[in-house]
């Protein structure tokens, strides 16, 4: 077989092994900060400390009924939980989890798709979430998911814009859409949510609104649309989307950590060959859930946004942040700052 | 070498174009006829870049990247547009919009 | 491997625009569009251009469909009943005249030949190349590009806009006997 073919398949398989382990330790996580939170002891009959209720969690949604409703769209119906797998699942093939590793003679990159246009493939795929959330909303037949899947994919796109223009200011000092490039930058100079700790905060509630997350999860909001878009789903349909919701946090948290906070690299560490390879996936695996424990930490403490209160955030105020952002990167990279 | 000749890809954007110029002509629902439109935009763009690449030229490649935001601009002019009439004459039906006619 | 790869994309571009123009419900036909962007899209990568196949998906299937998508259900648009009578022999006519098409162009390629495509060279497919072209031979049309979607965003917006003295009330801005109602019970407090 192609070795690049088998390395490209291990790569894939490192990174698949960490992401799709995300959802059942952050339900574990989410259930018992949440508790810890509001003062309560939260999950801890399963096991001790509670540590398997994922495990329970799983077997509930293994045998639980599988309900359809009845004048459901059943095509749109069954493929909205594989869509938003989609972009959960392939968004993180460009994230680099180590240095370049030189195994019998050729040198492997640590990244699973090093292409040149890498950050662009990212936002490429994961401006496909929007069709998993208006397909489910449509095709449940039941007019709170179709008001759910239309506010999510408005919420969506309209975030999307700035994102993408908080990632951009990131590119210009380092000239290059690869996030082994990026990450490169970062040994050299300082981290860069301290230059750009303007761009760093229009990403990160670009990001809470990207994965749906609160203070903007009107979409799936638990008190106002029943479950919003995924209301008539149950069973291992439900866990198709908490599994890629939970799997789109941990890419974009990944994302993020490779832009703003060095990626794999710890500032003054330079190992090479395994050991490298072994202590950069560790540091990014750690600064993930840092992240991670971010994400949980702002759910549970901020009240929800209205709708018109989240397009205004998004349109009005992130939207000429970012622009904003944009310029004085620019000017910083010209006068040489950067 | 690539062992795909160029005129594969011509013949598959020549095919999908043919497609769209078909589903353009005889879809009713307004709406399907823009679907129809970008697919026979795409079909020029896949021969743009088949072309781009067989004459070692970019030229091609920037043409596509100018056709798609072109096709972004005129897919919501034309569906705002669409919301406009619909409101005023409560169908999409390209048959029924005849009000210029004659 | 890129013969396979050509191949079995090519065979879904075209199964699914059939999808795309000849399913009755406009939902489905946007789905299929997306199967079909996607589709070009690997072929552009295949081609030599991985900047645009991103780009494809991001603007393409991640934007204006989205937008097709969001319009279909705010109009709430069915499923296309069966065409009348009349309009059939349309596509008797339309599908003939598509094979002639592309009977046609397929002559005018096996007469000449089937040319090899070119080795890529990394100065094709470099996103540095793309980028420097475009902001210095290309400069013009790229401001205009830009303006032209300036205009798009006004036009649209205005276009999809609710006449603002609509008879029914409808518009954004409050009726008249309602402000004067609204006026009078604010003055008429103390």
Redesign the interface.
Known sequence: MNPALVATLLKYAVMFGVFINVAPIMNWVERRACAYIQDRPGPNRVGPLGLFQPLADAAKFMFKEDVTPAAA?K??YL?APVLALLPAFTTFVIIPFGPDLTVGGRTIPLVVAP???GV??F???S??A??SL??AG?ASNNKFS?LGG?RA??QL?SY?LALTLSVLAVLLPVNS?RLADIVAYQQTHVWNFIPQILGFFVFLVASFAETNRLPFDLPEAESELIAGFHTEYSAMRFAAFFQAEYTNMAALAALGVTLFFGGWSLPGVHLGGWLGAIVGLVTLIAKLCVCMAVFVWVRWTFPRFRYDQLMRLGWKVLLPLSILNLILVAAMTLAGWL | MSSVPISWYLMLAALLFAIGTVGALTRRNGISIFLSIELMLNAANLTLVAFSRQMGDRTGQLIVFFVMAVAAAEAAVGLALFIAVFRARRTIDVNRLNLMRG | METFIFLIFAALAVVSSLVVVMHRSPVYATMSLVVTLFSVAVLFVLLGAPFLGALQILIYAGAIVVLFLFVIMLLNLQKEGEAAGRWRGQLWVAIPGALIFIGMVGLVFWRQGAPDLQPLTPDLVSLKGLATALFTDYLLPFEIVGLLLLVAVIGATVAARRAPDAADGSGPLPREDFVAEETARKEARP
């Open positions: 769209d095509l749109l493929m292409v040149d246009t662009l493939l936002l490429a795929l401006s496909l929007v069709y208006v397909l449509y179709l239309i994919s408005a796109i999307e859409f």
